[in-house]
């Protein structure tokens, strides 16, 4: 497949071509997967919001 320089490469993959995406977040100074957080540790990951800081001069 070749693409000018600037665009990406699109590939399309068929549901049975694809693999699971394990999910690691940081908690109590670690990482951990989600997959094996408790269901009330997985509800709190869920409503976690995400923040960008903003840039210095």
Known sequence: M???MNEPAVCELR???RQ???VWTRVMGYF?????FNRGKQGEYHER???VEA???
């Open 32 to 36: 951990r997967p989600v997959s094996s």
């Open 20 to 22: 699971p995406c394990e």
């Open 49 to 51: 919001k995400c923040f």
């Open 2 to 4: 070749t693409t000018p």
């Open 55 to 57: 840039e210095t001069d």
């Open 15 to 17: 549901d049975e071509e």
